[in-house]
């Protein structure tokens, strides 16, 4: 297995793409913090389906732009299973889809904090034992909108471009203290965030992506778990998107 002796940590791994990540984690030997923030429902269930197929995992209930309880669930994560040493940044803000006219800065404020917050905290919180351990491994997921742009989507893709730009900083900084960070870029994917778009649309939208489909959950989680497993080790300030090829670069 790729991740035997890790700790890690999936924010937002309540649904979608965090929880495939879990799971997919968890499979592969690492005991696993399973973050959520309200659905603890969903939650218990992913905990639940490690457990079954025989791995380890522990519910962490946190809002991750909250310093005090990002602080508290690395203190759970870690009390389990002992330091973390490999997180996954997965948490991100819902947004309202509005052209920039219509668009309020409330909203656009409370996306683009949310999504920097969350990072900021997660990463203060995280990485004091990665660099007393000199061993730390954090994957951070953007979207390719921060790459390209669409109309509506004004706060996300301001919001993700900035999280790129502090991945590509903490790179630069923590390197040398044997933590590396990387930028997974997801294309639209199949998930609760997503069930606005009708059927057509999406089929429209694949219809236009050189592999003809939009991702599914594991599709991404896939991506994570090379990007955390040893095989990468010489990566760091990356950014991968995840796209079936709509976005190259
Ligand atoms: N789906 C896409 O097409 C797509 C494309 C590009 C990028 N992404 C990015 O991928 C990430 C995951 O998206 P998704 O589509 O999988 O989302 P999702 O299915 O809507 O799930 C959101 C997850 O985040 C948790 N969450 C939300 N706010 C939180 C907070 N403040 N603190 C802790 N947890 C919080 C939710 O917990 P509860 O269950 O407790 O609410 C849930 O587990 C996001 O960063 C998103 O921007 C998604």
């Not at 732009?65 to 991100?92: C, H, K, R, W, Y």
């Not at 951070?140 to 790459?147: G, K, N, P, T």
Request: charged share 15%; aromatic share 4%; with cysteine.
């Amino acid at each position: 297995m790729l991740l035997n002796n890790r700790v890690a940590l999936v924010t937002g791994a309540s649904r979608g793409i965090g929880a495939a990540t879990a799971r997919l984690l968890a499979a592969e030997g690492a005991a696993v913090g399973v973050n959520y923030v309200s659905n603890r429902a969903a939650g218990e269930a992913v905990v639940e389906q490690i457990k079954q197929a025989g791995g380890r995992a522990i519910l962490t209930q946190a809002d991750v732009t909250d310093p005090e309880q990002v602080q508290q669930m690395v203190q759970t994560v870690s009390a389990e299973f002992g330091p973390i040493d490999t997180a996954v940044l997965n948490a991100g803000p819902s947004f309202p889809v509005e052209p920039f006219v219509n668009y309020r800065w409330e909203d656009f404020e409370r996306k683009l904090v949310g999504e920097l917050k969350g990072a900021f905290h997660c990463c203060k919180a995280l990485t004091p034992s990665m660099i007393q351990q000199r061993r730390g491994n954090i994957v951070v997921i953007s979207s390719s909108l921060s790459r390209h742009s669409d109309t509506g989507f004004v706060a996300h893709c301001t919001a993700k471009s900035g999280l790129d730009a502090f991945v590509r900083s903490l790179a630069t900084e923590l390197g040398p203290d044997g933590i590396r960070i990387n930028t997974i870029a997801p294309g639209l994917t199949n998930t609760d965030a997503t069930t606005f778009i009708p059927d057509q649309a999406k089929q429209a939208i694949a219809g236009a992506v050189p592999l003809r489909q939009i991702a599914e959950p594991d599709d991404i989680a896939g991506a994570i778990l090379m990007m955390v497993s040893d095989h990468t080790r010489h990566i760091s300030g990356s950014y991968i998107p995840v796209t079936g090829g709509a976005l190259m670069l």
